[in-house]
């Protein structure tokens, strides 16, 4: 069986199922969602018998979500064909400003020609999706939690696909319990910025980024925990 993490895309973007896949899982808690306030997941069949076995183990097991939070989810989907075109459009804006700023070394994003996957995704997608990853030339932790602890429209914070942008650096937060030798080797470098694009203007959104890799604030008090944690 093949089984499909489709998060990232939504099912605004892709369908798996339609390509071959025979489950579909998703964090509801991201896109589907989109408003950052539950946590849920969601788990789509491509049969009938294999939806009624894992029917009966969520029953068995209780993994089921509560009234208020089913409806959540519910209100999400209803608006999410327009979260993820607006993801879509402001995303390709701002890596394409990324990838002519003097400090960016590497910009990771689907929509972009250069990308090695962009032909495949755009076969199968109807979008490249709200997430930008990106490394620095100062190729340095450092320079990375300068940079994150800088902007003022993103928030720093590890979670993606809700209406407000979101900035993380991988080396210290989603990725911090891997070795960095193994960390490294995987590609995820240092410097290595991971954005969740949300709602807001794309024109503010790439200022802020703009002022946050020009300039170097030393009186941040999130870039002084990091440091710390370091």
Known sequence: MLCVDNTFASPVLQQPIALGADIVVH???????????????????????????????????????????SWLVIRGIETLHLRMKQHCNSALSIAQFLTTHPAVDKVYYPGLSNHPN?????????????IISFSLKTNTEKAAIELVTSTQLFKLAESLGGIKSLISHPANMTHKSIPATKRRAAGVADSLVRLSIGLEDADDLIKDLQQALDL???????????????
């Open 27 to 69: 964090s509801a808690t991201k896109y589907l969602g989109g408003h950052s306030d539950l946590i849920a997941g969601v788990v789509v069949t491509k049969t009938a018998e294999l939806g009624a076995k894992i029917k009966y183990l969520q029953n068995a097991c209780g993994a089921i979500l509560g009234p208020f939070d």
């Open 216 to 230: 170097q604030k030393t009186n941040n008090p999130f870039k002084q925990a990091l440091t710390t944690i370091n």
């Open 118 to 130: 962009h032909t495949i995704a755009a076969k199968q997608s109807s979008g490249f999706g709200g």
